[in-house]
């Protein structure tokens, strides 16, 4: 199976900026679609955003205009650029890979930590 790997996670104030990146294994990575979801204490799990094999994005309207999602095929690396971070952005971030060609998230990481403090 594809393996996932998060990292870039950590403690900042608002308004700082993070880059989470997501190492993935497998040969069929380019054909993946790619996308980035979190998870809050006592809520449910929630799509950030998302990158398809073709390059489209796609985002939640909580985070659009600050977060960027893209990918490098080359390097099997995903990355969600958070800028502008809020205290409500604090949550475990998970990416998530498709099987080639295929909308269903399959494969998902442990998940990084996001703490964001006021």
């Known amino acids: 199976q594809v393996q996932l790997v998060e990292s870039g996670g950590g403690s900042v104030q608002a308004g700082a900026s993070l880059r989470l990146s997501c190492a993935a294994s497998?040969?069929?990575?380019?054909?993946?679609?790619i996308g980035w979801f979190r998870q809050a204490p006592g809520k449910e799990r929630e799509f950030v955003a998302g990158?398809?094999?073709?390059?489209?994005?796609d985002y939640a309207d909580s985070v659009k205009a600050r977060f960027t999602v893209s990918r490098d095929n080359g390097k099997n690396m995903v990355y969600l650029q958070m800028n502008s971070l809020r205290p409500e952005d604090t949550a475990v971030y998970y990416c998530?890979?498709?099987?080639?060609?295929?909308?269903?998230?399959?494969?998902w990481g442990q998940g990084t930590q996001v703490t964001v403090s006021s």
């Open positions: 990158i398809n094999w073709g390059l489209k994005t």
């Open positions: 998530a890979a498709t099987k080639p060609w295929a909308s269903t998230y399959d494969y």
């Open positions: 497998g040969r069929t990575f380019s054909a993946s679609n």
